[in-house]
Each structure stands twice: as structure tokens, then as C-alpha cells.
């Protein structure tokens, strides 16, 4: 059976130095790839790609205990050093796991920049097969609580 | 929803209770050093989330665990949001390294 969650979160950031910075860490393949994919536990897999316009796509795959994700991306609104408002998907395994809409919004401020992402997402049913859950509610819980710094 | 409905840490004690099966309102309510109008406000809040369902039998009122969407909300938040802080804290970096670099 197919079920879908509808959830959505934003994240705050403020980073010491100018808004065209931090907008251009965004925009090109060369500086975006020094902090997004390339993580830890990630083993990329084909090329990762950007074409940051409007209508572009990014694409970037990467195994992680042994799943192959694949993100890709279409550029959908791009005001330099504003905004940078994007769709994109997640598979798993060659399943469809998430649809989002992310936004990217940059603010200049006193000493810095802020930066505020918000992700809407439609989390479809693949997870639903995940295997690795954790068990029982009271390790979510804690975890959460510490998380949310209850 | 459901991340407004476990912020808060009466509830989460509810849910985790129900984590051991399901259980009345007034059982519930026991333990917790409140009034009764106030659990009830509290279990609206889980029920609106979808983590929490009941249902009324004669007078007294018994609830459960959606369990499927606590694991939903689990992978959500866990893989999307952490992915998302890990990333943003590493553009951090980088442009520290960016900056510190041109100052050279």
C-alpha cells in the first residue's frame, strides 16, 4: 500500500562574512562540492552535477551503509545573493522515497550573514520498508528530547 | 505537527507510555502532576499530530500509538534535517577556509 507525509522544516545559520559569499558557495560546482555530498560515510558514486539556473538540474549520488541515494535537483527560482528556491527528489535503492521544495533565503546582517533553509517535503512510502528503525519509542524520545534541548 | 506535538515534555512521557501499549485517559492521567482538563488538552494535541488515535467505549476512553508515524517522523527528521545541519555547518567551514584564504 502507498502512504505519503507531508512535513516541513527550516534551519537557521548565521556565518561571519559577506551575503554574496555564502550565496556563491551555492552556485558553482567547484565551491558547492567542497561541503555539500562529499561528507563523511558518503562514497560518491558518478558524477555530481550543477547547472545553476533557472530550469537547471543538479544530480549527486552517494552509497551510505550500502544504499545508493541519488539527489536531483531543478533550479525553479534564483534571485543572486537572495534567494535560491529549488525541487527536488531522493531515491533509494532506485526507489522514489521524497519529493521537496527547498528554499534558500540569505540575509545580510550586522557581522555577517544569515541563512535560513526551509525544506517542504511529501515523504512517500519507501521508507516505510527501511529496515534499519530503531526500536521501541523511548530511544527516539530521548533522542529527540536531547535534540530539541528538553 | 507532530515535531510541535513532541516538543513538549509531558506529552512525550504520554507517548512514551503508550509506547508500552495502549492505555485509558484516567491511567494515563495518573502519574502526571496535572489536572485532567490539562491531559486532555495535551492528548488533543497528539491526536491532531496523528501519533495518538482513541477511541470511547461506555465512559471510558482508551488511546494508542500510531507507531508507523513515529517511524515516519523518525526517518524524516533524523535523515533530512541532520543531512541538512551536517551540510550547513560544513558550508561553515568552507567559508571560514575561503576567507581565511584570500586573506593570505
Known amino acids: ?5 507531508h ?5 537557521e545559520r548565521s556565518y561571519p562574512v559577506a551575503a554574496d559569499k555564502v550565496f556563491a558557495a551555492w552556485a558553482t560546482i567547484d565551491a558547492k562540492s567542497q561541503w555539500f555530498g562529499n561528507e563523511e560515510g558518503l562514497e560518491a558514486v558518478g558524477e555530481q552535477t550543477l547547472d545553476f539556473r533557472v530550469g537547471g538540474r543538479e544530480h549527486f549520488g552517494a552509497k551510505a551503509e550500502g544504499k545508493l541515494y541519488e539527489f536531483d535537483a531543478t533550479y525553479c527560482d534564483i534571485v543572486d545573493n537572495e534567494r535560491i528556491v529549488w525541487t527536488y527528489d531522493m531515491h533509494m535503492d532506485g526507489r522514489r522515497i521524497s ?8 540575509r545580510p546582517v550586522a557581522g555577517g550573514t544569515t541563512l535560513v533553509l526551509t525544506e517542504q517535503g511529501a515523504f512517500l512510502d519507501g521508507l516505510d520498508t527501511n529496515e534499519a528503525r530503531a526500536d521501541g519509542t523511548r530511544q527516539f ?3 529527540l528530547g536531547g535534540y530539541l534541548g528538553a | ?11 512525550r ?3 512514551e507510555q503508550l509506547g508500552s501499549g495502549q492505555a485509558s485517559v484516567s491511567k494515563l492521567a495518573a502519574p502526571l502532576p496535572m489536572s485532567m482538563p490539562a ?4 492528548l488533543q494535541v497528539l491526536e491532531a499530530s496523528g501519533l495518538v488515535e482513541s477511541h470511547k467505549v461506555g465512559r471510558v476512553r482508551t488511546c494508542r500509538l500510531v507507531v508507523k508515524r513515529l517511524d515516519t517522523v523518525q526517518d524524516w527528521i533524523d535523515q533530512r534535517r ?3 545541519e551536517r551540510r550547513l555547518d560544513r558550508l561553515g567551514d568552507y567559508l571560514a577556509t575561503e576567507t581565511t584564504k584570500k586573506e593570505k
Open chain 1, 99 to 106: 519529493v521537496s521544495l527547498a528554499t534558500v533565503e540569505v
Open chain 2, 82 to 84: 541532520a543531512a541538512w
Open chain 1, 1 to 5: 500500500m502507498s502512504s505519503v507525509v
Open chain 2, 1 to 11: 505537527m507532530v515535531f510541535h506535538a513532541l516538543s513538549d515534555p509531558t506529552r
Open chain 2, 13 to 15: 512521557r504520554i507517548v
Open chain 2, 39 to 42: 491531559v486532555v488538552q495535551h
Open chain 1, 7 to 11: 512535513d516541513s522544516f527550516s534551519i
Open chain 1, 141 to 143: 524520545l530521548d533522542a
